[in-house]
Every structure is written in C-alpha cells, then in structure tokens.
C-alpha cells in the first residue's frame, strides 16, 4: 500500500477549472495504477478516471471525457486531475486511489486497496 493526500479542491463557478493533486508518501507510485474517484451525497463512490504506471494508458468516465484530464509524474510521486468546464453535477468529495495492477486500470472501487483521505469540490450554478 502507499499513503495518499489530496489537495486542490474548493469552490467554483460553473464552467471553471480546478487541478487536483495527490501525492504519495511511503513508497513509490511508479509501480501502481492510479486513478481518481468521486462521491456525491447519498450516492456510491464512482470511478473518474484511471492511468497505468507508466502514463501510458488512460480511461476516463463517460461524462468527463474531453473535459478531465489525469496525469502522473512519478519523480514527484504525484498525480493530478485536471478539470475543466465544471459543472454543478461535478459536484463531490473526490478520493485518490491506487492499486498494483500492472496494464490495467480498473473502474470498481473495491479493486484498490490504497485511498486517500477526499477532498472537497464544490461548482455552483
């Protein structure tokens, strides 16, 4: 496992942008997939976007796709999600996560073992 830390949430406008970050402490992220998933009130935590260990490969959920943008830089040990022409529907706590899966980056929350504590973004109409 690895620890993990989210910041870079907060409060915006519809149509603006926030960049998430993670950062990792513990070991290295090189080996891990890495991936973002959210959480609304009242509702499951869903998956956002996933990258593999080497940046290579990427799957994003429907609704986000041209709008969010997961990278990594694993000499920071860190993982960004850019977000960019928010909704209010973007609305959750987002949640970082990681798992040893080699090629693969899997969609269900349970398939990882290695979460971060949320951090809040908040779009208003």
């Known amino acids: 496992q690895v620890q993990l830390m989210e910041s870079g949430g907060g409060l915006v406008q519809a149509g603006g942008s926030l960049r998430l970050s993670c950062a990792a402490s513990?070991?290295?992220?090189?080996?891990?997939?890495m991936a973002w998933f959210r959480q609304a009130p009242g509702k499951e935590r869903d998956f956002v976007a996933g990258?593999?260990?080497?940046?290579?490969?990427?799957n994003y959920k429907d609704s986000v796709k041209g709008r969010f943008t997961i990278a990594r830089d694993n000499a920071k040990n860190t993982v960004y999600l850019q977000m960019n022409s928010l909704k209010p529907e973007d609305t959750a706590i987002y949640y970082c996560?990681?798992?040893?899966?080699?090629?693969?980056?899997?969609?269900?929350?349970?398939?990882?073992?290695?979460w971060g504590q949320g951090t809040q973004v908040t779009i208003s109409s």
């Open positions: 513990g070991r290295s992220i090189n080996p891990f997939t």
């Open positions: 996560a990681a798992v040893f899966a080699a090629w693969i980056i899997p969609t269900k929350k349970d398939e990882y073992d290695s």
């Open positions: 990258i593999t260990w080497n940046g290579g490969n990427t």
